[in-house]
């Protein structure tokens, strides 16, 4: 199964995302078991609270959290190295954060400030001073674009590529 999420990145959450879906839902959503010969004392248990009685902090639990922390962390570093920049975004893209801030999608306007907005601090500055240029060739655009001509979105598609927006 990780064969393909070698091939194509995007495999990766195929089979990730579902994995992660039914290991949730075993053991910490189902209680019981599914042995019939525990004679019910398991059915009001999850499967994590079944774990060592019940005890928190014992081997068995910690290696059951750290493990599967320290895999997913590996397996998205490769991720990171390709990244182009650093934004302050998080797992939000430029449209979600106009979207939170009270604007709309439809606005032809708004959208490049919110990306200068992600990227860029007060304090410390550009992100990256490849940032920087990005953005002077994005308010050049606007300058000689009106929005009637060429939305917001349309400069960041233009400047950044799809993917990026």
Known sequence: MRLSADITPHCAF???SPHSQVTYHFFHWKKGTQFADDQGIYNGLTWW???ENGKQLTRNRKFLTVVPVVLNEH???PTRAKR???SRNGSKS???YQIAGGGTLDSPTGQIETWRLRHWHPKHG???PDLQVKYEEMMQLRR???PEILSDKEI???VLGRRFV
């Open 49 to 51: 609270e079944q774990i």
């Open 144 to 146: 000689d674009n009106p």
């Open 14 to 16: 195929d089979t990730d």
């Open 75 to 77: 397996k998205r570093m």
């Open 156 to 158: 960041l598609e233009k």
């Open 84 to 86: 182009k920049w650093e």
């Open 126 to 128: 550009w992100s990256s």
């Open 94 to 96: 430029t449209p979600r």
